[in-house]
C-alpha cells in the first residue's frame, strides 16, 4: 500500500499512541523542556504524522515531511544518546532523551525540502558554510516577513559556539539520493539553548552555494 494512504488511515491511532507516551515519558525521561512530543518516543503504530500546523512546533511539521518523503523500510528511530555516540562526537548535539530518525535520502527528499524548507547551513565564511555535514530547515531561521533572522538568534537556535557567529548562508541545491542521513533536534550546547532542528549528512553528498548575508 501506497505509504500516504497509510498515513491516513493511521493518523487517528497515531496521535493517540503519541500522546498516551509522552503523558507518561515526559516526567521522567525529558528533562530538557523543549523536547515536543513528536520527538519523545517512536509513533505506534507506524507511520504517523504530526497535527495540522500551528497545532505542534514546526518540528514536528518537519519531521513528518521526512517521513513521507522517504521509504519506511529504511527508517530508523535513535535515541538521541546513542546517535551521539554514533557519530563520535565530541560534544553531543541531539537531546539525549529524545529520538532523532535515520532514513536514505529519496528524489521525493529532495523535491520536498526546497522553497521555504530548503536546506540550510551557515559559517563564518563562504567555505565553511559550503562545508560540513550540519544543515538546518530555512524556515526555521527566518522571521515571519521570510527574512533571515541576526547571526546571534541562528547561533542559539543551533547552539553554535560563540567564536562561530554566521555571517555567510549556504543553501544546499539537492542532497545525492541514496544518502544516510540523520534529523532531529538540536540540544543546547556552548551556552547556547538550542531548540532547533538539524539534519546531519556526510560532506560530500550535499551540492549547495554560499553568499554573505
Known amino acids: 500500500m501506497h505509504i500516504a494512504s497509510r498515513v491516513r488511515s493511521s493518523r487517528t491511532a497515531a496521535f493517540t499512541a503519541i500522546a498516551v507516551v509522552a503523558l507518561v515519558l515526559l516526567s521522567?525521561?525529558?528533562?530538557?523542556?523543549?523536547?515536543?512530543?513528536?520527538?519523545?518516543?517512536?509513533?505506534?503504530?507506524?507511520?504517523?504524522?504530526?497535527?495540522?500546523?500551528?497545532?505542534?512546533?514546526?518540528?514536528?511539521?518537519?519531521?513528518?515531511?521526512?517521513?513521507?518523503?522517504?521509504?519506511?523500510t529504511q527508517i530508523a528511530w535513535i535515541p538521541g544518546a546513542a546517535l551521539n555516540k554514533t557519530l563520535e562526537l565530541s560534544t553531543d548535539a541531539f537531546p539525549d532523551a529524545a529520538y532523532a530518525i535515520r532514513f536514505i535520502v529519496t528524489p521525493e527528499f529532495n523535491a520536498a525540502f526546497g522553497g521555504a524548507d530548503s536546506l540550510v547551513r551557515f559559517g563564518s565564511n563562504d567555505f565553511d558554510a559550503r562545508i560540513g555535514s550540519w544543515w538546518t530547515v530555512l524556515e526555521t531561521v527566518t522571521d515571519p516577513a521570510g527574512h533571515l533572522k541576526d547571526g546571534p538568534s541562528i547561533a542559539a537556535e543551533l547552539a553554535l559556539p560563540a567564536t562561530s557567529v554566521p555571517k555567510f548562508e549556504a543553501a544546499a541545491s539537492a542532497v545525492r539520493v541514496g544518502t544516510a542521513g540523520y534529523f532531529g533536534l538540536v540540544a543546547p550546547a556552548f551556552s547556547q539553548p538550542g531548540g532547533g532542528v538539524q539534519f546531519w549528512f556526510p560532506a560530500e553528498p550535499v551540492r549547495s552555494t554560499a553568499a554573505p548575508f
Not at 500551528?54 to 515531511?65: D, N, V
Open 28 to 72: 521522567s525521561r525529558i528533562a530538557w523542556a523543549g523536547v515536543p512530543n513528536c520527538f519523545v518516543a517512536p509513533p505506534d503504530p507506524w507511520p504517523a504524522v504530526s497535527p495540522a500546523p500551528g497545532r505542534e512546533p514546526i518540528a514536528c511539521a518537519l519531521l513528518s515531511k521526512v517521513l513521507l518523503a522517504s521509504d519506511e
